[in-house]
């Protein structure tokens, strides 16, 4: 089974070892047909504490870690410019 990843930017570096990552995502509304523009937090487990805020990240779904901590950080790929 391959595990599940997705690209998105650091919003948060105030945890050890914890990064929060928002991923947005394109979706069609239903009804309407109108590309609405979602937002969702994960939090991603960075053991070498390098993903600073604004950058921009690959994450991959792994096992819990931690009770809201299920995604791993696997890549910079783009460091932020501040």
């Known amino acids: 089974m391959v595990a599940k990843e997705k690209i998105g930017t650091v919003v948060s570096d105030q945890m050890l070892n914890t990064r929060i990552v928002a991923v947005s995502d ?9 590309v ?12 070498n504490c390098g993903a600073k805020i604004g950058d921009k990240v690959k994450i991959q779904e792994t096992r819990p870690i931690s009770k809201t901590k299920n995604w ?6 783009e460091k932020s410019s501040t």
């Open 26 to 34: 394109r979706i069609s509304h239903k009804q309407y047909r109108k």
């Open 36 to 47: 609405i523009t979602r937002t969702k937090r994960y939090v991603a487990h960075d053991i």
């Open 72 to 77: 791993v950080l696997v890549s910079i790929l």
